[in-house]
């Protein structure tokens, strides 16, 4: 007799039904799966929030604010 042995499955014990243990196993893979998936989403978007924060102006320079982009050319010097 031989004992088949499935996807990452303990062998099967005489006597012994997996039912919803391996019900048990499979939701909590899935959930840690599903845990992996969304963090490193949102740590990838944190990362990307970071970056365009430093790009946004007055940091770390002073910002002049709008009326100097419109002041002329000549008054800048």
Do not use: K, N
């Not at 998936?37 to 430093?54: D, E, K, N, W």
């Not at 770390?60 to 009326?67: K, L």
């Amino acid at each position: 007799m031989s004992v088949i042995q499935t996807a990452g499955l303990p062998e099967r014990q005489p006597g012994h039904t997996w039912g919803a243990e391996i019900v048990r196993q499979r939701a909590c893979d899935e959930s840690v799966a599903g845990f992996e998936r969304a963090y490193g989403l949102t740590f990838y978007a944190a990362i990307l929030a970071l970056v365009l924060g430093t790009l946004l102006p007055g940091w770390p320079f002073a910002w002049a604010g709008r009326r100097a982009a419109d002041a002329p050319a000549s008054a800048a010097h």
